[in-house]
C-alpha cells in the first residue's frame, strides 16, 4: 500500500470501473474548509493500481480514527485476496480505529477479504445498505401510484431541466429550498451554499429542476454521475408538487435524459422500510421497478476492543444518529 497526495490519487482513480461519489475530487472539495477533516490517499500499488481510497481523518480524545466511505476498484481484479491485503496493511498504520461504509452492491469476495483483514460489523447499524438501481436503458415499469401521478402531472405546464455546472443564483435557490423543506420536515441537515456550489460546479453532479408556468421551482434533486452510473444524492419537493405530481414528473423525465446520455444504471439511493412515516419514502422510491440491491455496507476495526461499544454509544447519544 502506498500513501500518496490527493492530485496523484485523482489522476489514478481516473482508471478505475468504478468510482463511487464519495470518492470523487468534487465530493472531496465539497469538505474542505467546511469540516474539521483532514483527509488521507491510499492506493494498493501506483504503477498497477487495483483498489485505492481517500479517507477522512478523524481525531478526538486523544484517539486517530479513519473514515472511508467506499473505495474505487477495477472489478475485474476483485478478490477477496486484495480486500484483505490492502485493509489489513490499513489496520499496521498508526489509528486506533478504521470505520468503512461501502457503497459498492454486496460481494461475497468483499466479506471474505474484510474478515480476514480483522474487521467485523459495527454495533448498530446507521446507514441503510438497502438500495433500488433502475436499469435505465431498458423500458422502465412503475407501479400504479407512480403511473397515476405522472399522467396527473400532464395536465400542468410543468417544465424540467437539468443543469450542469449551475449558476450561484441557481443554487443558492435550491439551497433555500432545500433547507426550508428540512425544517418543515423536522429534519436536522442543511445544506450550505458554498459546499454545494462547488459540488456543482463539477462533471461528476448535476442538479435537476421542476417549475411551473410561473417558473417557481417545485421540486429539485441533485444526482452524482461517475462513468455509466448516476443516482440520488438530495432532492426536495414544495407544498405545490403534491397536486401537480411534480416529483414523479421530475423522475420520469431524468431517468429520460439521463438515458440519452449514455447512462446505464440510476440509483435511488437508502430505501428504508419501517413502521412510521419514513415507509411512505419507502414506498416512493420502490415505486419504479429495478433491482433492489444490498451495498457491502458498515465494517469496522478497533484497535482496543473497549473501543467498539463506546462508538455505538457515541454514534447514538452524543452524534444523534438513527439506527436502521
Not at 27 to 51: M, R, T
Not at 54 to 75: N, P, Q, R, S, T
Not at 189 to 194: I, N
Not at 245 to 255: R, S
Request: hydrophobic fraction near 40%.
Amino acid at each position: 500500500m502506498n500513501i500518496i497526495d490527493k492530485n496523484k490519487f485523482f489522476e489514478i482513480t481516473k482508471q478505475f470501473e468504478y468510482v463511487p461519489y464519495t470518492q470523487t475530487e468534487a465530493w472531496h472539495a465539497h469538505f474542505v474548509g467546511h469540516k474539521n477533516d483532514s483527509f488521507a490517499f491510499f492506493v494498493d500499488d501506483e504503477h498497477k493500481p487495483k483498489i485505492a481510497c481517500v479517507a477522512h481523518v478523524k481525531k478526538a480524545l486523544g484517539l486517530k480514527m479513519l473514515l472511508l466511505e467506499g473505495e474505487c476498484l477495477l472489478v475485474k481484479t476483485y478478490k477477496s485476496s486484495l480486500i484483505k491485503s490492502f485493509y489489513e496493511t490499513m489496520t499496521s498504520l498508526n489509528y486506533d480505529m478504521i470505520e468503512i461504509v461501502s457503497n459498492y452492491p454486496y460481494n461475497s469476495e468483499f466479506e471474505v477479504g474484510i474478515r480476514r483483514a480483522g474487521f467485523l460489523r459495527p454495533v448498530g447499524s446507521f446507514s441503510m445498505p438497502l438500495s433500488n438501481w433502475i436499469n435505465l436503458q431498458e423500458d422502465i415499469k412503475c407501479n400504479s401510484n407512480w403511473t397515476r401521478n405522472f399522467k396527473k402531472s400532464q395536465a400542468f405546464d410543468l417544465d424540467f431541466e437539468l443543469v450542469q455546472r449551475p449558476s450561484l443564483d441557481i443554487v443558492k435557490s435550491v439551497v433555500f429550498f432545500y433547507n426550508k423543506f428540512s425544517s418543515e420536515k423536522g429534519l436536522s441537515h442543511l445544506l450550505v451554499v458554498e459546499s454545494i456550489n462547488k459540488l456543482l460546479q463539477s462533471d461528476s453532479f448535476s442538479v435537476g429542476l421542476v417549475k411551473n408556468k410561473e417558473k417557481e421551482i417545485l421540486s429539485f434533486i441533485i444526482i452524482h454521475n461517475t462513468k455509466k452510473h448516476a443516482g440520488l444524492l438530495y432532492a426536495a419537493s414544495g407544498d405545490k408538487s403534491k397536486d401537480s405530481g411534480a416529483t414523479f414528473f421530475m423522475y420520469t423525465e431524468l431517468f429520460k435524459v439521463l438515458k440519452e446520455k449514455g447512462l446505464n444504471t440510476f440509483d435511488m439511493e437508502k430505501l428504508v422500510p419501517s413502521t412510521h412515516s419514513t415507509d411512505g419514502v419507502f414506498l416512493f422510491k420502490d415505486g419504479v421497478k429495478g433491482i433492489r440491491t444490498v451495498y457491502n455496507g458498515e465494517w469496522s476495526w478497533y484497535k482496543k476492543s473497549i473501543y467498539r461499544p463506546l462508538m455505538y454509544f457515541v454514534k447514538k447519544w452524543m452524534f444523534k444518529k438513527r439506527e436502521v
